[in-house]
């Protein structure tokens, strides 16, 4: 029999935590280099957001040798798991550049992508709303934009046609811009498709692991970890988006200056779903694309990104504000009328890697033969991550002489039974059937099985924080926030995995769920 | 689905409400009744606070004059219960209704199904209120920043106290139960934080809560954001003022469970997610009747159950 929602594929690669204290099973646990083998890797890639994944991804279709590595505990933690969730189309890009072309690329790609990973995606189309008059005279300049990046399927819209399309808008609505074809996507679940297949397909994959300098010889470097072990490897690529700056210091990478542009969103419940029927855009200004009304692929709605320009390091760049939470309910209520009626679930903010010397900065050779630096991947990686690991493997063929031979054994896909399935997936009885917990409800809010929990946890990316947890399944991030569920969740991690109890994080070491007993508490 | 099983009565919940409305259905002999509770267990929430020898009790139980633990309060109804023919359906969640034609899907072990019935209560309780609601929090979002149900269920079900030098945010009765449990199982004494000018709880709840707990009463806070990066380390008010600790309890503010009825398109005022109430708490459609926390406020468990068996009588005339 084959059982509901398991996929147990021969997984080539391998998958480590950095965990000191312990707090995941020894075999996955990462203690020294010998682990992975001797063999230098052919390339190494920092930063396992969703560029690093997508590369990842890419590269493992060849027959190379690919470490991935990330500081944090699970793939996509960083910025990749805080934007607006959208597959743009590009249309307003600045024609001519080089994000232009990915985003065209990749928007071309991510139908039969999404379909082929298993990532929940629905293209249902945007509009560019004008409220003022002086804004509805750039829908037109927006048009030809749009021509210009070879959008042609963009049209323009009176007041009446936006309003007959939906019906919420704001009454200052005075034209639109349709653009067909915007998708909004499940952006946590790129980053794990991605790798998940990546590591099936054999690169390796270390989890909580800081890079803290490179070291730099003839052929062949080594990446030095924050806990001092050497990773040796032919090709490095700086894919740490807002940490590629103090890793470029680490090899001579040549001079760009970036910061943490924040955005703040505030998600809404699912009654609010209904007020919109298409993503709702505003015009943009020369500085912010301004506040957007979405759904999202989980049946919520989602308002925002502020724009808020911080200092490089800002141990704050991901946090919310008050007055930021103000601003997107003002900047969204100017698109749609009823938003300050509805119930607000959560609220959550992100960091653009604003790049001085443009977005997309790519530097091969960078210092050193044979080191990449990418940097500036500021607010359409996600659209573009899949396009760009194609630019930047052409690159590195160029470049820095990478060899490429297909790899026959590797997969592109994600088989139809991956776990999960719930977006797409109701339950049905034979579900039940094939396996009890998959009728056992632990998340009431997203109705998320025992099952499905177990699912992911025994899923190839093997999640072990709560948080990996949820970006995986969606519980907890229902409108109870995980007041139901967090204890029964950890339970269910706890039995499954062995990890004690006291021992689960939220996000890896230091984020225990409990107060650590021993921790002397100082201010 | 043609073949759904009809019930005379549904009941969305088994805590002391949907428990009082299966009791009072039963005294006038209404039947066939099904009573639907998603967890492990009947009780609803004060299930949660287990029986412990030196544990603070936290549930009056006005007829005998006693504050008891939730636990056995509930035991208490749930014998009650277990003496009446509701048919009782454990680990079964209702996960969409149909008003008009009084149906109910459910999923649970046996899977998925659907069920009909002549009349409806809703009896789904209340849950606190999440940072996001309260809308004078923001911040990070740290480890360690949890409800009540948490403290709970990591204190008298792990027998782990989450926080050391805890932070409660609110201050009604449940953050006056959760700053006493905390003490009673030797945390420091918590700082209570919350924008009202004194505290929610009134006079006697905080007097009986001063065996074990005298919080900090800064008071009147308007707006505050939560520090730390991987683990909480404090609160800091707009003021500029500061209070560290390694965990918060975000306490009480009850917001009712009328997701149910708020998608499937019952009258729901928004965004208090308050139901829309008409005479003898019946719903904007008929057949359909609500008890207990999902009222909205907070009411004690064992008004919760006297509100049910008060609603029986409503449904049985409506029959
Ligand atoms: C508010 C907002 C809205 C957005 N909306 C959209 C949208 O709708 N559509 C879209 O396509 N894009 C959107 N984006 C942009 C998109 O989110 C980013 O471009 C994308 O996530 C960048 O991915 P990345 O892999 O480059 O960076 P990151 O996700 O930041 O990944 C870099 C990783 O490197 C790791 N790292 C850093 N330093 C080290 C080190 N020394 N050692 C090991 N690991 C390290 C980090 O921990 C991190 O995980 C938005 C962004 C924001 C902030
Ligand atoms: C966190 C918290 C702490 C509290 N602490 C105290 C205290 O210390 N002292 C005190 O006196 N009172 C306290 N109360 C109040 C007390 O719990 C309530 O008065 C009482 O439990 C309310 O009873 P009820 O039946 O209305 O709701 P609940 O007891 O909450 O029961 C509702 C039941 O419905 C079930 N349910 C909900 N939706 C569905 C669905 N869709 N399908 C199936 N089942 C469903 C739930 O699982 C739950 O068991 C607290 C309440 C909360 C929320």
Redesign the interface.
Known sequence: MTQFGTWQPKIRGRLFYNWPCGTCEEALRFISPVQLGSKPYDVAIVGAGVVGCALAYRLSMYDLRVLLVERLHDVGEGTSKANSALIHTGYDAKPGTLESELLREAAAYWPDLAARLKIPLDPIGGIMMAVTDEQERQLEVAKKNAYANRATDVSILSAAEVREREPNASSDVCGGLLVPRESMIDPFMASIAYAEVALVNGIDLLLGVDIAGVELGQALHHLITADGHRLPACRIVNAAGLGSRRLADGYGGGAFDINPRRGQFVLFDQSARSLVRHILLPVPTVNTKGVLVSPTIFGNLLVGPTAEDLPLDDPEAAHTTLEGIRRVIEGGSCLVSGLTEQPVVATYAGARCACNQGSYVIRYNDGAPGLVTLTGVRSTGLTASISLARHLIDGMQKELGLELSPDIEALDTRPESAWPGWWRRPFANDTVDARVDHGCVVCFCEVISEGEIRDALDSPLKPRTMDALKRRTRSMMGRCQGFDCQVPLAEIMSSHTGITISQLTKNGPGSELVAPSQRAFTA | MSNAQHFKVAIIGGGPAGIGVAVGLAKRGVGPVVLIE?RTEIGGTPMGYRKKPGGVPTFVEWTRGRVVFGEELAGRLAKRLALTDTAIRL?T?V?KIDPAEKRLTL??????CDITADAVVLTAGA??Q????K??L???????V??T??LT??LD??G??????PVVVGSDLIAYSAAAKMRDAGSDEPVMIDQRRGPSAGLFERFFFRRWTRPDWPGGVT?V?IKG???FV?IKS?DGKEW?G??VIICGELVPNT?LA??GGLAVE??S?QLQLARGQALSQPGWFAAGNVLGGFHGAQWCYFNGRRVARTVSHFL
């Open positions: 998603r680990s969640q996960t999923l649970g072990q046996e899977g998925v849950r606190e999440t940072p996001a609601e809308g004078w923001a911040g990070a979002r740290t480890s360690r949890g409800f149900r948490h269920g990591w079900g792990h782990l106290l989450p926080a050391r030098k707006a954001e990066d991987r683990y404090g707009n560290p390694d965990g997701e708020l998608l928004l965004p997610r």
